[in-house]
């Protein structure tokens, strides 16, 4: 039977993160099928405490398996016997687990209010591997909101930790978190150093999962700094190294979205969007929010830059909605970019622009999004005065992202409404003059 001893252990597996599949890997399906078998012993012979490290366990494995509804309600069930208990690892862990199933959702601030919750327990008891996953997992949630600043403060958190647990696994992690802010926030040469030394750190301990990802976010980087030839190299080599484990549709599914990236960077458009089409239909099947939404902003820049309105519409208009059902402000920049691309393209400049100018003058706004559109806002800038655009600049910086992109939408289901003509009055016709009565 599984003991509190044994269960705390977890925490080592779920060093794994959030959804990037990095580390040893694991047979989900056994996993499962095993910690069944342990919440039914439990229930049998009314052990309470097993009965809730088996829940939680439970309902990590199936946040895996992308099983959330399922995964949810484990969780929770875990959580509240450990509140009833006062068990402060196991409230840490199941609070941990509801972040990690609202952060698979795009719900970053349901994650964040978790993952700081699960902080707050394991602070209780100076479980400090519990907080410095918790610190990781606060820095996820906030670079995914685009505070990136948070984001940087909660890695170095982490780490502080780290370093004093001799966790060369957990440290590279952080090492590649770091390094994603410096992506993010253009700091590229800072961003380098963070995914080198992770991808030491990676090769030391053999480990083949963290290594594909390391150059995989390292292709990122370059492809930001405008080497598509090195990016590519870097993509094609992390695939390799993934393939040589056995089948990964995660990986799969990137691997096609960084292609794509890499041939819209040359303006291969067809090319790159056979690579995001296939890339689209992998997360659909892995329901996989974030990356979905990523993929279909690419379709529809891709659509607008041939001219195809229509199919451009229907992308980002199924990205808006998808962003919006969670919050991750960074790709919802990216969302508002295209749709200001598509503005232009239907000859509405003066929306394109005051969208565009709402999105880049947002802080959670990433460095590239805004490399990406310096063509279309230049093109854009030749229609106003340098004035309205000083004006449209300083409007921008106090619009709010979500009611734009809402306000978009709204305004796509307003159909013309038909005006009735006013109805004919009768015209009576002209008779011979009645004759006046005689008084």
Known sequence: MLNPATAIKQLDF??????????TPVDYEAAKALYQKELRD????????????AQGSLGHILIRLKQFKSAQQYVSDCLKAAVLMNDYAAVGYANNLLGDIAFAQG???????????????????GE????????????????????????AKMYGKSLELIEKMNDTRALAWNKN?????????????EAWKNYQEALTLYRTNQDIRGQAWTLDLMGNLKLAMKEDEESEKLYRQARNLSSSLGDDPQGTAWHHYHLGAVYLFRGALDDAKDEFEKALRLFEELKDTLGQ????????????????SKPALDYLKRDVELILSGKSNPLLVDALAGVAQLLKVQGEDKKAISLLMVALSNPTCRQQTKDRMVSIAHDLETSFTPGEIDKGFRWAKGADLEEMAQGWLNSLSKAPVAVKAAPKKKIKKAGKPKPKKKK
């Open 14 to 23: 779920a060093w794994s993160g959030l959804g990037i599949a990095t580390g």
């Open 42 to 53: 439990a229930r049998h012979v009314n052990d309470r405490l097993a009965m809730l490290w």
């Open 107 to 125: 719900k970053m601030e349901d994650a964040n209010l978790f993952y700081r919750r699960g902080w707050d327990a394991y602070a209780k008891i």
């Open 128 to 151: 400090e591997k519990g907080q410095a996953w918790s610190y990781t997992n606060i820095g996820n949630s906030a670079q995914g909101l685009g505070d990136f600043e948070t984001a």
């Open 177 to 189: 978190l770091l390094g994603s802010v410096g992506w993010s926030t253009g700091r590229y040469d």
């Open 293 to 308: 939404a990523a993929t279909l902003t690419h379709l529809g820049e891709i659509a607008c830059r041939k001219n195809n």
